[in-house]
């Protein structure tokens, strides 16, 4: 936080130095409006991600997605991710949602790792039209197996760094 308000307000001495206030004005008020634009969509996302991991009953999430589901439920996670639709405003939330509710990381990070990856919304409205069938459709199938070697990497290294104590 600090570096990043250190490398504003040299940016900000910078814009001011050349091109006066308005120039600064000009800056602020364009953030300003692109700030009113996302603060809903975050809004609206973290309204989700609550209302989520209220719904959501724990048990069936633990068993589906926790940390004894295995590779059924890094698969559970990665077709999610895979059909998730929207940007971070809503993936991030809905994944701490899982996480709240039990799903564990390795659920988890396939399913983050599958929407980013795979994500049908963008590919159906950015890649296909631009990139053409044939690359989207093997960009796919050779992305498939990273969110589940993801999850399973990540579910490995959280159990070793985070051991669950032995007295319950």
């Known amino acids: 936080m600090i570096t990043i308000g250190v490398l504003?307000?040299?940016?900000?001495?910078?814009?001011?130095r050349r091109d006066g206030v308005d120039?600064?004005?000009?800056?602020l008020t364009r953030d300003l409006t692109l700030f009113g634009g996302i603060l809903p969509r975050v809004l609206a996302g973290c309204l989700l991600g609550a209302f989520i991991a209220e719904i959501l009953p724990h048990e069936k999430v633990s068993r589906s997605l926790g940390p004894n589901s295995g590779l059924k439920g890094l698969l559970i996670g990665a077709a999610f991710g895979a059909i998730l639709p929207g940007g971070p405003f809503t993936a991030y939330p809905v994944a701490s949602a899982l996480?709240?509710?039990?799903?564990?990381?390795?659920?988890?990070?396939?399913?983050?790792?599958?929407?980013?990856?795979?994500?049908?919304?963008?590919?159906?409205a950015w890649e296909l039209p631009i990139m053409g069938t044939d690359f989207t459709l093997w960009r796919i199938v050779i992305s498939l197996p990273l969110p589940?070697?993801?999850?399973a990497l990540g579910r490995f290294v959280y159990v070793r760094m985070y051991p669950?104590?032995?007295?319950?």
């Open 164 to 168: 669950k104590d032995d007295v319950e």
């Open 23 to 27: 120039g600064v004005l000009d800056i």
């Open 99 to 124: 996480l709240a509710v039990g799903a564990d990381f390795g659920a988890t990070i396939a399913m983050v790792v599958s929407w980013t990856l795979i994500g049908y919304g963008r590919a159906v």
């Open 8 to 16: 504003v307000a040299a940016s900000a001495t910078l814009v001011y």
């Open 148 to 151: 589940l070697l993801a999850g």
